[in-house]
């Protein structure tokens, strides 16, 4: 029996309709209407009350017409076409008969205003079903199109927009829901609206396919429902967990604090931490026993702990375990057990400040270090040099009470490491570091070449030594000797480059060259020298002379002063001056009144430099008169004169007695 058919009831638009022309009888190929029909308008229509009479279904007899293609001009508007109410699915008895498929350019008429159709052959149980109210499809008017493949399409109707063309009829297809029966409206406008609905019959496998079981009571079908469910994408299958991994033993496990009852150890991390670090286990074992107690019950986070309620006297072995998820850790011991007992005064080296620093001492010299310490009951002092212990034939250990002196009477270089005191009281120790460094003089270079040769200029290239003295090498100093004499002269003193230029060669000789090394404790002993002799050549090399024009010196005899007339007193010397020059050195001589001066003893001449001197020694009144001085040589001669005047000095008192 087939199902109920659910038809759907959606508020209408309730209008007059006109009165449609009656449509043609079905042919087995409806052509297109005309474009230029205009679509038939009709007037607004009053909606519909909710609670309206139920819609009257078309008797099966009805499908055929209501199937028929009515003209296209006939159809209301789209705002007017009331929405309609789907028919069941199963109504569909019989399918209709194939009729030719609508030309490609009709199109059904748009979901907004479906025709009220009628499927064909629908049973009386079919329309005797209920109602069922449709959901109101927001002012569109579009009918359900779910259900898809379930029932038999039924047409689809669309009314052409106004001014435009017919609507363009389209076979409907196989998701469309079941046939829609028409609304509640007067028999005017179901006749109207059947007579604008274009009929579209489809395929002859789309009406025959079979109506779906069960539908919901909304009349809609899911697609969704009907599809199967889509299978969950699995989850990435998780790696193999890794292998839990211990940690390695706790590191420089040393003891920090004892007295009569309890031992406080300390310790440091291990270097490997494996799959986590959850905490320390401290475990301890008394002297010729092998039962190992726990100290904590729990493992402790922290890198000390306190080992309480102990015998005085007792001699503890003690280790320390890390535990992890991995497991336990190889275990941390000290390295000598501990006795528990008061401590007095811990041991402590007090190093002087200068053995802080590195001390440097010359092969040869005496070592004598005096290293004070504290601590009761009294240390036990050990010494090492790098590690091992010391070798009692090279150096002395004295050891008192208060201090330990190392004593060394000539170093070597062998002597040369680090010295490590060590100060210790039951399980506490002090130790302190000496770092002693023998130096002595650095051998020499290990080559040395002349790079190249040009001039006065010779350029040299060494490298360093390969015994540098056991410390840094401060310079070089090069020296250079003559082939001929042998005598080896400082040329370069303190220089630290591996190559110089050696200049101010002599030409024509040939030189050999030697550097020596130097560090702190001086310059070295040996020097390298060179293989090769640099020869500084003389070929290319001519000296000429300037040619320059000699000077001409000559000069005629020439007064740069004149002499100047004077005035004298008889009784007191006077002189007269001048100066003459002149090439070759001219001859001076004096006249008086154009006579020359001779020999006479009054009179004293001197020339010196050019400058011309007459004096006159206690001149009279008769001295007075014209003084010339003439010069002359080989070029010329020159003359100058003044006049001298003589005065008396007279005496008014011998006037008066007179």
Known sequence: ??????????????????????????????????????????????????????????????????????????????????????????????????????????????????????????????????????????????????????????????????????????????????????????????????????????????????????????????????????????????????????????????????????????????????????????????????????????????????????????????????????????????AEPVIVREVVDRPKIHLPRVLKSRLVKKVGEKVNLVIPFSGKPKPVVSWTKDGQALDPKTMNIRNSDKDSILFIRQVERSHSGKYEMSVKVDSFEDKAAIILQIVELPGPPTSIKLADTWGFNVALEWTPPQDSGNTEITGYTVQKADKKTGDWFTVLEHFHRLNGTVSDLVMGNTYSFRVFAENKVGRGEEAAVTKETAQILKQGIHYQPVDYKEHDFTEAPKFTTPLSDRAATVGYTTKLLCAVRGYPKPKVEWMKNSMIIGEDPKYRMINSQGICTLEIRKPSCFDGGVYTCRAKNSIGEAAVACKLEVKQVVNPAAEKKE
């Open 1 to 334: 029996m087939p199902a109920k058919p659910v038809i759907k009831k959606a508020p209408l638009k309730k209008a007059p309709a006109k009165k449609a022309a009656p449509a043609p009888a079905p042919e087995p190929a409806p052509e297109p209407a005309p474009a230029e029909a205009p679509p038939a308008e009709a007037p607004p229509a009053e909606a519909a009350p909710a609670e309206a009479a139920p819609a009257e279904v078309a008797p099966a007899e009805a499908a055929p017409a209501a199937e028929e293609a009515p003209a296209a001009d006939a159809a209301p508007p789209a705002e007017s076409a009331p929405p309609a109410e789907a028919a069941p699915a199963d109504a569909a008895a019989a399918p209709p008969p194939p009729t030719e498929p609508a030309p490609p350019e009709a199109v059904a008429p748009a979901a907004k205003e479906p025709a009220a159709v009628v499927a064909p052959e629908a049973s009386a149980e079919a329309a005797a079903a209920p109602e069922a109210p449709a959901p109101p499809a927001a002012g569109k008017g579009k009918a359900p199109a779910k259900g898809k493949g379930k029932a038999p399409a039924a047409a689809k109707t669309k009314a052409p927009a106004k001014g435009k063309a017919p609507a363009k009829a389209v076979a409907p297809a196989a998701e469309e829901p079941a046939a829609v029966a028409a609304p509640e409206a007067p028999a005017e406008a179901a006749d109207a609206a059947a007579a604008a609905a274009p009929a579209a019959q489809p395929p002859a496998e789309d009406a025959a396919a079979p109506a779906a079981p069960e539908a919901p009571a909304d009349g809609k079908t899911s697609a969704a429902a009907a599809a199967p469910p889509a299978e969950e994408p699995k989850a990435p299958t998780p790696p193999p967990p890794e292998p839990e991994v211990p940690t390695s033993e706790p590191l420089n496990v040393s003891v920090e604090d004892v007295n009569d009852t309890s031992v406080t150890i300390k310790w440091r991390p291990p270097e490997k931490i494996g799959s986590g670090l959850d905490g320390y286990v401290v475990e301890y074992c008394k002297d010729q026993t092998t039962d190992w107690i726990v100290a904590n019950a729990e493992p402790t986070p922290a890198n000390r702990l306190v080992i309480k309620d102990m015998a005085t006297g007792d001699l503890l072995h003690i280790r320390v375990v890390t535990v992890n998820p991995g497991g336990r850790s190889a275990p941390g011991a000290l």
